[in-house]
């Protein structure tokens, strides 16, 4: 329920941008969850080892490699050549990515697969479920609907001497649980993820409780490969739209306005540039950011997706275009081609899993990416394209094709220059630049 006067609502409705005064956004009843930010340090080291062993993974998978890598032919007749099996490692340890199409599994059956990769994700922060609260680490993810978390006796659901292990969750622990027993399976793009529905009190910022939430119970978390295991996350909290929630899941944030425990159908991210962050529930906090706020319509409201009139950066122009607006991707996405024209226009070289690096004497001189959204510019500057640490320069920017999905993902690396705002109720995206 948006608790605003209808003639503020019609005119937020008519208008794209509007003075942050003109709204009365009541900061008093905000929900407030701090987000933490993992260095970039700890990006740049994971994404090493995952480089390392993807690059191991190939090698042992072929007792030719040394001489094709030499430049040499394969004796294995039948067996794939050594290029394709680094293609086959590299997708493998890249994880999923964001997105949802539908395969053929046969018997004239489809099942969604979600396309989402986690192994970058840098910002994090808590949730609750059950009675007494049992604590997760998630992330907050525009991209995805679903509430998952792994169970007790998961597989492949990290270990004790990673980060300490995975919280997990422990029905039997809950006197508010109770069993759902459907099945939850994503297919990700190395692999399945699968557990049952349960239904639960879901507890946000210690004190604002959403009961009877279904989510789901993780047993085999497989899927998401490596970029899971080191990651400092137990699950995904998805604050996408129902259109992608599997099982017909309602929501967290839908569960939330419906019991009344939000005072707005809003939410927003304040992501530090180098520090933590803080989503704020029920509306959006105008301490935090300075100016007007433009109000961009959403073109595909399962997604956060709008239109976009043009990205350019250097001499690279998309044309018309769109993308989704993701907190749970940390880099920015686009159609393999464009990416590669942009990375290698600037010196960036792609490596084993299609992430880029770059020479970081290059970073000073790398080209502003703009995006031109309802007749204004955003601009990312060259030097923030860039995750830095001790002498390597991962470049922000990967190529990822959706065959039925949006063009290009607009993550972290985009949201941390600006405050964003979601409303949920009227359809719409916010942007302001922020304090």
């Known amino acids: 329920m948006l608790f605003q006067s209808l ?34 340090h700890e990006v740049v080291a994971t994404h090493l080892k995952r480089e390392r062993d993807a690059l191991l993974a190939a090698l042992n998978s072929s007792h030719d490699a040394p001489a094709l890598l030499r430049g040499g032919s394969s004796s294995s007749v039948g067996s794939p050549s050594f290029p394709t099996q680094l293609l086959d490692a590299r997708y493998a340890s890249r994880g ?17 697969v979600i396309i989402k990769d986690y192994s970058n994700a ?37 270990y004790w001497f990673i980060h300490g292990g995975k919280n997990k969750f422990d029905n039997s622990q809950s006197t508010s649980y109770k069993a759902d027993g459907s099945d939850f399976h994503i297919q990700y793009g190395s692999g399945d993820v699968q557990g049952y529905f349960s239904v639960d009190t ?13 989510f789901a119970e993780v047993s085999n978390a497989g899927g998401l ?16 739209f129902e259109g992608l929630s599997l099982g017909g899941a309602k929501t967290v944030f839908k569960n939330a306005i419906d019991q009344k425990v939000v005072a707005q159908p809003v939410f927003a991210f304040s992501l530090g540039d180098n520090a933590d962050g803080e989503l704020t529930l029920g509306g ?26 043009d990205i350019t950066a250097g001499s690279y122009s998309s044309g018309t275009t769109n993308g989704i607006v993701d907190s749970g991707t940390s880099l920015i996405t686009g159609p393999s081609t464009s990416i590669i024209k942009i990375a290698l226009s600037v010196g960036a070289m792609p490596n084993i899993m299609g992430q880029y690096t770059i020479d970081c004497a290059k970073v000073p001189n ?70």
């Open 96 to 112: 999923p990515f964001v997105g949802m199409t539908s395969v053929d599994v046969g018997e004239g059956k489809s099942e969604n």
């Open 284 to 309: 959006y906090d105008d301490s935090k950011f300075k100016g007007d706020i433009t109000w961009i319509p959403l073109s595909e409201p399962k997604y956060w997706q709008i239109d976009i009139e």
């Open 225 to 240: 490969g490596v970029g899971y295991i080191m990651g400092q996350f137990d699950g995904i909290l998805g604050l996408g």
């Open 122 to 158: 840098q910002y994090y922060g808590e949730v609750m479920i059950g009675t007494p609260p049992q604590k997760f680490t998630v992330v907050f993810d525009t991209g995805s609907s679903n509430l998952w978390v792994p169970k007790v006796n998961c597989q492949n659901c990290g």
């Open 7 to 40: 003639a503020i609502a019609s005119a937020l409705s008519l208008t794209t941008t509007v003075l942050a005064s003109d709204t009365d956004n009541n900061v008093d009843n905000l929900i407030r969850i701090p987000i933490k930010k993992i260095s970039n």
């Open 366 to 435: 790398l080209p502003d990416l703009e995006f031109k959204i309802n007749g204004q510019v955003w601009k990312v500057p060259g030097k923030d394209l860039v995750i830095e640490s001790a002498g390597t320069c991962l470049f922000a920017m990967m190529g990822m094709d959706i065959p039925t999905g949006p063009q290009w993902i607009l993550g972290d690396v985009f949201m941390r220059k600006f405050y964003t705002i979601f409303d949920y109720e009227n359809q719409k995206v916010g942007l302001a630049e922020p304090n």
């Open 202 to 214: 879901v507890t946000l910022a210690d004190d604002i409780v959403i009961t009877d939430q279904k």
